[in-house]
């Protein structure tokens, strides 16, 4: 198997909200954004996609639990290597995120500031030393 491409898909409860707040981290418009899904192509390889809770419920459930009962419960995070880490950290919560820990040096040597956007998926910004 060789994969080709790889997307990320985060369950959101408002994807009209969180289509805005991603456009603001990520300084880009959605390269689809039709009702049921938001995509925004990071690379030629790597999407990451915003999807309802009521639209993946509609295939996992019963198998699954209904994703409603995991919001606020840290389910990811997406680390993103950024220049100016600070006017970004501080851009994402001015967009609505959650500062959880703030920009520092940590033991791995990448400086890195964490919040978490509406749903509680944790959004790391670091830059390299």
Not at 1 to 9: L, N, P, S, Y
Not at 32 to 43: A, D, I, K, Q, R
Not at 112 to 121: C, E, L, Q, S, T
Request: proline share 6%; net charge negative.
């Amino acid at each position: 198997m060789q994969i080709k491409r790889i997307e990320f898909i985060l369950y959101v409860s408002n994807q009209e909200k969180s289509t805005k707040f991603y456009e603001t981290i990520l300084r880009q418009n959605p390269s689809l954004n039709v009702p049921g899904m938001t995509e925004f192509s990071l690379n030629e390889f790597v999407k990451i996609g915003l999807m309802p809770n009521e639209g993946i419920a509609k295939i996992i459930t019963p198998i699954l639990p209904h994703p409603t009962s995991g919001n606020g419960i840290p389910r990811c995070e997406l680390y993103l290597q950024v220049e100016n880490i600070e006017t970004i950290f501080e851009e994402a919560k001015r967009a609505g995120a959650i500062e959880i820990s703030p920009i520092e040096l940590r033991d791995w040597g990448d400086t890195v500031g964490y919040v978490a956007d509406f749903d509680g998926h944790v959004i790391a910004f670091a830059t390299k030393i």
